[in-house]
């Protein structure tokens, strides 16, 4: 069985807001001794009770986290996710012994190593060989460290030919690639990382998905991993922590902890309508007249699930007279995932209203959250408006005669025909 390597018990993180100081020098260099040196209360600011009525102080009080209970075991990978505000970043900080809890205690065992900034440690003036020196000693590793993993960590950046150049003159996506292929070599047993993925290309995030996979799979490290792409925590974690005002809403296996926390964060729109052009979203082309998710369910009001069909009607008014347009429907997963892409035959369409329909087969999408975009495009080629998640909802799991409980894997969920069979075997 896996040993706990962090737990965190009724953590409480409080912040005063407005002004920093006393208003005394006397008092700050009191306040000082006692908080950074005692290691005790601030005497001048006493924190309100987490259950305490609203009062003047609370009023100047900012809970960042309240009362957060969890544990990790050896070589798990967490995600941790939340609004902005949610009290994720001042968790890593806590754990990474940057901040002090204002109650409870952060129990850790083994080195830890915390990426909240990628590029910490990068001086502008200096190359970018004697920048991963630096780097490196200041995340923790020793120079010999460095010399051994130099090879690779040029590698990984794919800098080679900049190597001798200032910093400076690297391009924004060049600067992450240097400074998380840093980041990526580390060898601490506990690895946290804050938003490191929110910049850089797309082939380069894929690559250090893959890399951090790696080392918590091969090398059996643990890693807390804080991003707003839902994807890349459903990819890369094993289990989820959802933060919201600075409390556990949920943990668990990270599938369902983010399902519940895109649930949460999005509501059913399944009709729009606009009375007049100069209403309806679009341009100087094209302006929409209603947009509708239409559902054919077996049993009116009943909940939406999986095996229901839905129909996407839409209108638009043509302004710019007789075009060639086409329509083309994407849709995509809450996780910012497109699912497909389907485009409507062009047709010759004079000044006034057109209209638009497509069908969803039942039994074709797993459950989970969608939302629909729709575009108009003049001539095959041209996008005359993009009209960006016009629809959402929600399909509901069913399973019938299945006994299966687990996650139903994939994005959609066909009906196929499947069968198994055996031939007449003679048994001797």
Known sequence: ???????????????????????????DLQRWWTTAIRKREDPFFQAPA????????????????????????????????????AGKSTLLKVISRIVRPTRGTVKGRGRISSLLEVGTGFHPELS???????????????????????????????????????VKRYSSGMYVRLAF???????????????????????????CLGKMREVSQKEGRTILFVSHSMQAVAKLC?????????????????????????LGTQNNNIKQTWATPEEGPGNDQVRFKAVELVTHLAVPDAPLDIRASLTIKFQFWNLAGNAVLNAGLHLFSYGGECIFDVPSPSITCAQGVVSGECTIPGNFLNDGSYF?????????????????????FTMEDFRGDIQWQGKWMGTVR???????????????
């Open 50 to 85: 987490l259950g305490a009525k609203p009062s003047a102080v609370q009023n100047q009080a900012l809970w960042a986290l309240r009362d957060v209970n969890f544990e990790i075991k050896q070589g798990e990978v967490w995600g941790i996710i939340g609004n902005n505000g």
């Open 372 to 392: 629909i975009s729709l575009v108009i495009v003049r001539d095959t080629l041209i996008e005359v408006f993009y009209f960006e998640e016009c629809l959402s």
């Open 128 to 166: 970018g060989r004697e920048n991963i020196f630096l780097s490196g000693f200041i995340l923790g590793m020793s120079k010999d460290e460095i010399r051994s993993k130099f090879d690779e960590i040029v590698a990984f950046s794919g800098l080679e030919l900049f190597l001798d150049t200032p």
């Open 238 to 262: 094993q289990y989820g922590l959802w933060l919201q005002q600075g409390m556990v809403r949920e943990s668990g296996r990270v599938t369902q902890v983010v399902n519940n926390y895109l």
């Open 181 to 207: 292929a840093v980041a990526a070599h580390l060898e601490p047993d506990i690895l946290i990382l804050d938003e490191v993925l929110a910049v850089g290309d797309a082939e380069f995030q894929k690559k």
């Open 414 to 428: 066909p009906a196929l025909p499947f069968q198994l069979t055996q031939p007449e075997t003679i048994i001797q």
């Open 1 to 27: 069985m896996a040993e706990t390597v962090i737990q965190v018990e009724n953590l409480s993180k409080i912040y005063r807001l407005g002004t920093t100081g006393t208003g005394s020098l006397r008092q």
